[in-house]
């Protein structure tokens, strides 16, 4: 599985809209959805931020590990 599909089922998980999560990483909407749509490679700044919002690791994200917490 792709970041980008862990970082879309994380955020339906959490009962968040793309706009909300967008806004919590100060950027627009279409940008963070080119993230769950796997068209642009997440930076690393962005990357923590998730691990961060979602309280998972990034190797949770970056699926090298299947262990969440």
């Known amino acids: 599985m792709g970041y980008y599909r ?6 339906e998980d959490s009962d968040m809209t793309q706009a909300q999560v967008a806004a919590y990483l100060s950027m627009k909407q279409p940008q963070y959805c080119r993230y769950e749509r ?4 997440i930076p690393t700044d962005v ?3 998730l691990a961060k919002l979602y309280n998972t690791s990034t190797d949770y994200i970056l699926g090298l590990t299947e262990n969440r917490h």
């Open 6 to 11: 862990r970082i879309r089922d994380l955020r």
């Open 38 to 41: 796997g068209l642009r490679d």
């Open 47 to 49: 990357l923590i931020a």
